[in-house]
Nanobody
Framework: QPQLVESGGGLVQAGDSLRLSCVVS????????MGWFRQARGKDREFVAA????????YYADSAQGRFTVSRDNDKNTVYLQMNSLKPEDTGVYYC???????????????????????WGQGTQVTVSS
């Protein structure tokens, strides 16, 4: 079973930037669709962004579009989430997720999360102060 470890969270001010990283160990990272989700206190976990195994396709929630960029480095088994122009409503625990079924459609990450077929990291806290 692959393991996912996120890093890069922290406390920032509105308008600042952060880059989250997620290193995947075990398995065949280069075949996995990868995604980022977040969960604010008292709310359900929500989809943020996803990237296909080849990085050829990327998908974003409306709230992330234009401010966040998802990328991956298959040589380093790492997926990134660059977050710019952060807002207080971006506050939450950010989770990295992997769909370890080879070459699946990254656009379906949100549905896959509901089906319980993803592997999750432990999360990293992002707090944006106003």
């Amino acid at each position: 079973q692959p393991q996912l470890v996120e890093s890069g969270g922290g406390l920032v001010q509105a308008g600042d930037s952060l880059r989250l990283s997620c290193v995947v160990s075990g398995g065949t990272f280069s075949t996995y669709a990868m995604g980022w989700f977040r969960q604010a206190r008292g709310k359900d976990r929500e989809f943020v962004a996803a990237i296909s195994w080849s990085a050829g396709n990327r998908y974003y929630a409306d709230s992330a579009q234009g401010r966040f960029t998802v990328s991956r480095d298959n040589d380093k088994n790492t997926v990134y989430l660059q977050m710019n122009s952060l807002k207080p409503e971006d506050t939450g625990v950010y989770y990295c997720a992997a769909d370890t079924r080879p070459f699946t459609n990254a656009q379906a990450m949100g549905v896959s999360a509901l089906k319980g077929v993803l592997i999750w990291g432990q999360g990293t806290q992002v707090t944006v102060s106003s």
